[in-house]
Structure formats: C-alpha cells, structure tokens
C-alpha cells in the first residue's frame, strides 16, 4: 500500500517561482508514489487574515489553477479545500487539550511570525493554536510524509508529541506518527536580492506572469552594482540573476562557463539577463499553456471531487476516533 | 416567537443539591417559556479531563437521568450532547481567530480555574480556550438568554465580544448578542460549612442520595460548634443546617420560628437535623422515584432525539455562517 503524503498552501495570493522550486516540482514528481493529498488552508488563512474571507475565496481559485497548470494531476492528488471538511476542526479541539499553551508559545516557527506580524499583545487566539490545526490536517489523513521546509520541522514535531499523547490516551488505533520530507532546495531569494521572494514584498515572479511581466521583472533584476562597463568583472554571489539561473537553467555546465566569463569580464548584465528570461519563459510557457485552457468551472469540479473524497476519508476517521475515545453515543 | 435559551453542564459527576437550587430548578420553570437547549458539554469536560474519557461518557447518562428526575421536559427542553455536534468545532475555530490570547489570559474564570487547578505552565491550550468554545455554543444555537452564576459574568462579555467582532467583519445576519440570567440564589454551601458544595470536595448531597445517606449526610452536618447543650443559645448564621432549611424549607415562617428559637436555646441540633432530613427528602422523594423509572435505554432515546434537533439547527446556522463569510464553495 502506498504511503500518505499531505501538502497545502494557504490562499492567500497566486503561487511564485520560489514555490515552484520550493515544493511543487517537488509534488509533481511524488504525486504518484503516494497517495496524496493536497490541502488549500482557507481556514488557516483565516487565522491571520481574519477580515478577508472574500480575498481568501478569489485566491482559493487561482491556487487550483497554479496547481494543475504545473502539473498537479488531480487524478493522483486529492485537491481538496480545509473549510469543507469540519472533522478537521473537531479533531483539532480534541488536539488542543493534549498540548499546552507554554508549548504552544515556545513554537520556534510561531514564535518568528508573530514577532514578523508585528502583533505584540493581540495575537489572534487561532493563531497561536494553528499548529495544532496542523496536526489535525496530517493525522486525520494519516500522512505519514509530510514535504516542510527546514523552518517548518516544529509543525512535524508538535504533530508527533500530540499523536503519541492521544495514542497513550486514548490508543494507537488512529493515528501514526510523520516524517518529514525536507527539500534539499534553498529558498528562492527575490528579484531585489534582499530578502527570500514573498508576494507581500512584491519581489516574487508568479508562475501566472506574461512574458512580458517576467521580461520587465527580470530586467530590474538586482546584478552586482559595481558591474558598471561589460568588461568590468562581476560578482556572480549574491546576483540574482545567477541565483536564478542556478535554480532553473537546464544546463549546469553552460550556467558555469557564464559565471567565469562574467567574472573575467566582457559580460554584460543585458546579456545574461536575455537568457534568464529565455530559460524562464521555456519553463512557464506551457504553465501559461495549460492555465489558459483551465476555467473556474472545471477548477470547481476538480476541487469538488477532491473535496468529496477528502470528505469521505476524514468522516470514517473521525469515526473511529470517536469509537476510540468511547464518545459514540447512538447507533447511527 | 419565544426566545432562545442555552443551559447545560459537564458531565464530570451527579448533579447535587447545589445545582438544584443554583439551576436546576429555574431551568424547569423556564423551559416552556423559552426555546431551550440544554447542553451535555463532554468536550469541553476533556479540556481539563482529556485522559477519562469514559468516565466523562458514564457521567453523561447520570446527568440525564439528573434532568429528567428533576423534572426537565425533553418535550420542552432539547438535551443534546456537545461532541455529536461538529459545527460547534468549526464554529470555535472561526470564533478563536476573532479574540486575542492576551484577552483569553485575562478572563478572571479561567483565570481562577487555572490556579486552583495548579495547572502553573502546563495549561492545556483547549482549556485557555473553552470560553471560546462556549460562545460557539450560544452563538450557534443563537440563544439571546443564558443562566449564568456571578462568577460566569465572563462568559456572557467575551461571548458579546467575539459577536460584535463577527458581525463588524462578515455582517450580522447570524448571530444575536447574548444576556446573562443571573440567579438571585446565592450559592449553596457544602456539609462541612467550609467551600461551596462541590462533587471534588465531598461535601454535596447528590440528587441521586438514597433517603439513607441524606440521613446520614445531614447528620454529620456542620451546626454550631459552641452550641453544647441543648439549653444554650446557638448561631444560625455559618450553620449549615439553617443555611439548608433557608434554601430548602417550604415555609419561611417556620423556618424564622426555629432560627429564633434555636438562637434562645432549647433546641437541639438533632432536632434541627431531623426536621431538614424530613425536608430533603420531601424534595428528594418524588424525584428518586421519577429517577427508578428511567432505563439507560430511555434515556439514550430522549438524549438521540434531543441531539437530532440540536444537529439540524447547527447544520442550518452553520450553512448560513459559511455563506455569510463567503465561504461556501460547491452546490450541495
């Protein structure tokens, strides 16, 4: 039987190249091996984002298209939508008696968002606790893979102290333990070369772009800034136009004679970024492609279907759930 | 049309005679002219009770056969139980997302629980959270009025809050704010004159006492210390007998007569006693006899039927949430 694995995005704007890089190439290639399961956090969206369910709902459709136009195939992947499954809330209040706030505030991850947000004294109660809603997601779908990025490993062990809790508890009928599957890929930094590409510091080349977006975004590139003449020689640490070649030209060898011509000088910035735009529209044109032909209506049916069968496997789980716990009162 | 009331309690013992006189007993002269439903709150008796699930379940039917001895109507009354109903879940994390962790901190009844309880650093963050887990509950149910002790103020206040914060971002089509009942009964004291009648303290006389142990508890009961002889005056103020007979006895003049008498000297605390025997067991009587004639199977029934009711109108507020927040997706 193949094993579980469950991954997600909140909706909360179309999905980057640091995405694609970070963790959807990533889906595409496993989506088969595992039963997968791909989980769009509107309600974990809430959670920061309280006062804009309607933004959330707008970008709960583009992240479906992002998905199926990089080759998400919803025949293998269960896309499925959080709010439309309330096992997962139910399980989740059961979760919150098994960890304790202290625990809760010492989350390393939660810790740096909140001191990111800026929110001092009014973190949102949801907030504090959406690790646990977390692990509700992976247990009630008993992932036994969960893909994370290296910031994410306390999401995996907050989930496991919380599974070997409810299993002394209550049994281990239910739920296993997860294992993190880490990317060996290094966050994709920005176009401005200061800070990682995010969508809220407007740095980031979306995979929905047009070529002639991603033609303007990759000339206000940030190169070396003491490369003034072609025959000066460039840095090519910290350039990112390099770092992106790194990340997505094909050919290594050719991206390694580039960095020691414009480091010997004679290499233009003009140059080297006609190329990064060749490379990265030769990856996004059939993304385009594909995106084109997707509507709102067949994203629906895509997102109802998974839904469904997330929705079939989350009401048997907390079934037994319940049975385990001895909480079924009536024969149903 | 009638207004909506939410009771109820956790199921975390038999229901004693502070209960009765604190709520039971305004609960069964309120129930025709309400809407009412009454609550068996086991979830929210995990958050500080997440090992004994079973126990929690066998004190749920206790707490039934409680209602119906004393008289609660389940023709009036809908007794439902609190996990069988999972959009309370969902609407919990919805509301967690709309108060602060500061707020919740603040709230004077945990607050108090969470030191007596000597939780210290290890408070489950489900039990930080149950006030919100309550607003859910009267909020669902769209009661306008809940029963509530001096000491439970806070719940009505944070409920109030979460609802104004509700309607000011996603409108205020569905929930109503809520009004506090308050009692005018002052608390009933325990046996022993020292804390209030608590189940955890050993010093409650249960509804479900056979004639005998009231005897006996009534007995043992805490009078006078310095009322030696039968021929010495004695107080009545912090004797437990009087404290009962005050809340117990049909005729007040009585009641006068025997405090004045008592405080004269002349008369005997096993006098006293023997008259409160006979006054708890006027009350207690009929209700061990309603309380012999219901089966586990009965019980189970009103309980079923009950939780059906309460689950449709959930399913119906929580369609109307989700369409409110614009978080409805599909056709159903």
Same mark, same amino acid.
């Given at each position: 039987?193949?094993?579980? @694995? @469950?991954?997600?995005?909140?909706?909360?704007?179309?999905? =980057? @190249? %640091? =995405?694609?890089?970070?963790?959807? #190439?990533?889906?595409? @290639?496993?989506?088969?091996?595992?039963?997968?399961?791909?989980? &769009?956090?509107?309600?974990?969206?809430?959670?920061? =984002?309280?006062d804009k369910p309607d933004w959330i709902k707008k970008n709960v459709l583009e992240v479906v298209k992002d998905y199926l136009s990089v080759g998400i195939d919803p025949t293998c992947a269960k896309i499925f939508i959080q709010s439309q499954i309330p096992q997962l809330a139910e399980l989740t209040m059961i979760f919150l008696n098994l960890v304790s706030v202290a625990r809760?505030?010492?989350?390393?991850?939660? #810790?740096?968002?909140?001191?990111?947000?800026?929110?001092?004294?009014?973190?949102?109660?949801?907030?504090?606790?959406?690790? +646990?809603?977390?692990?509700?997601?992976?247990?009630?779908?008993?992932?036994?893979? +969960?893909?994370?990025?290296?910031?994410?490993?306390? &999401? &995996?062990?907050?989930?496991?102290?919380?599974?070997?809790?409810?299993? =002394?508890?209550? %049994?281990? %009928?239910?739920?296993?333990?997860?294992?993190? &599957?880490?990317?060996?890929?290094?966050?994709?930094? %920005?176009?401005?070369?200061?800070?990682k590409a995010s969508k809220s510091l407007g740095n980031a080349i979306f995979l929905s772009d047009s070529a002639e977006v991603v033609k303007n975004k990759v000339m206000q590139m940030y190169t070396d800034p003491t490369h003034l003449k072609v025959s000066d020689p460039g840095n090519v640490e910290g350039n990112m136009v390099f770092h992106y070649l790194d990340a997505f030209h094909a050919n290594k060898d050719e991206v390694a004679d580039l960095k020691a011509h414009y480091q010997r000088g004679g290499l233009g910035d003009v140059t080297i970024k006609k190329i990064l735009i060749e490379t990265l529209n030769t990856l996004l044109s059939p993304i385009r492609e594909r995106r084109a032909a997707l509507t709102d209506q067949i994203c629906l049916e895509i997102l109802q279907s998974g839904t469904e069968k997330a929705q079939h496997t989350a009401l048997q789980m907390m079934k037994n759930v319940h049975a385990l716990m001895g909480i079924s009162y009536f024969k149903s």
């Open positions: 039987m193949k094993k579980t @694995l @469950l991954t997600g995005d909140r909706p909360t704007g179309p999905l =980057h @190249l %640091g =995405h694609y890089v970070g963790s959807l #190439k990533n889906r595409v @290639l496993l989506q088969a091996q595992y039963d997968t399961y791909i989980m &769009i956090a509107d309600m974990q969206a809430l959670t920061d =984002h309280a809760l505030e010492r989350n390393p991850t939660t #810790k740096a968002e909140i001191q990111q947000k800026g929110y001092q004294d009014s973190v949102p109660a949801g907030f504090l606790c959406y690790p +646990v809603s977390q692990a509700a997601d992976i247990a009630l779908f008993q992932a036994s893979c +969960v893909p994370v990025g290296d910031d994410q490993m306390p &999401i &995996i062990e907050v989930t496991n102290e919380i599974i070997r809790r409810f299993n =002394h508890y209550y %049994g281990s %009928g239910c739920f296993i333990e997860c294992e993190a &599957i880490t990317s060996s890929t290094s966050r994709l930094m %920005g176009i401005d070369g200061q800070a």
